[in-house]
T-cell receptor
Framework: DSGVTQTPKHLITATGQRVTLRCSPR?????VYWYQQSLDQGLQFLIQYYNGEERAKGNILERFSAQQFPDLHSELNLSSLELGDSALYFC???????????????FGAGTRLSVL | DAKTTQPTSMDCAEGRAANLPCNHS???????VYWYRQIHSQGPQYIIHGLKNNETNEMASLIITEDRKSSTLILPHATLRDTAVYYC??????FGTGTRLTIIP
């Protein structure tokens, strides 16, 4: 158990809909990262938050948005869903984004999103 | 941030040492090297990290070349449960495609 909690584990929805994925980081971790992994693909970095502020952005679509709340949990919002958005979405956390041991990322078990 | 290059796939016999290489020729002086693995569709799992010196923990050993342009992850006695995709990364937030390691009985 990594200490990172993601809910829900599975999500089935229809095209055009909007969903929210939730992530609770490990106790003490201030930085949260979101990744997307499509079938047989690598991990694609979406976005990073540190202590409530956006820190880095990857290939995140405009239809997607995220935020980190004062209690440090994070939510990833996916809207106007398309078939191609079906994927595993992982959240990771680290102590902070600087180098060394504090940058070790601990991953949750993921949310499997199926868009039908 | 340095880009990493890894072989797409490797096989290793059960009980033997698995040596997984990673090239990070553009790594800068203060960038650490991190290794993770992903078993099937589970969340990636941290294995080990290092800066200059070789490192060892209960899971693996990490050998970093003196010029820091490459490193090797060593699983000393591979078991079937070590079958996974292994990712090497530096400070770059993307993970690349990794090496799919298959342990052969």
């Amino acid at each position: 158990d990594s200490g990172v909690t993601q809910t829900p584990k599975h999500l089935i929805t229809a095209t055009g809909q909007r969903v929210t994925l939730r992530c609770s980081p490990r106790s003490g971790d201030l930085s949260v990262y979101w990744y997307q992994q499509s079938l047989d693909q690598g991990l694609q970095f979406l976005i990073q938050y540190y202590n409530g502020e956006e820190r880095a952005k990857g290939n995140i679509l405009e239809r997607f948005s995220a935020q980190q709340f004062p209690d440090l949990h994070s939510e990833l919002n996916l809207s106007s869903l398309e078939l191609g958005d079906s994927a595993l979405y992982f959240c990771a956390s680290s102590v902070d984004p600087v180098t060394g041991a504090k940058n070790i990322q601990y991953f949750g078990a993921g949310t499997r999103l199926s868009v039908l | 941030d340095a880009k990493t290059t890894q072989p797409t796939s490797m096989d290793c016999a059960e009980g033997r040492a698995a040596n997984l290489p990673c090239n990070h020729s553009t790594i800068s002086g203060n960038e650490y090297v991190y290794w993770y693995r992903q078993i099937h569709s589970q969340g990636p799992q941290y294995i080990i990290h290092g800066l200059k010196n070789n490192e060892t923990n209960e899971m693996a050993s990490l050998i970093i070349t003196e010029d820091r342009k490459s490193s090797t992850l060593i699983l000393p006695h591979a078991t079937l449960r070590d079958t996974a995709v292994y990712y090497c990364r530096t400070m770059k937030l993307t993970f690349g495609t990794g090496t799919r390691l298959t342990i052969i009985p």
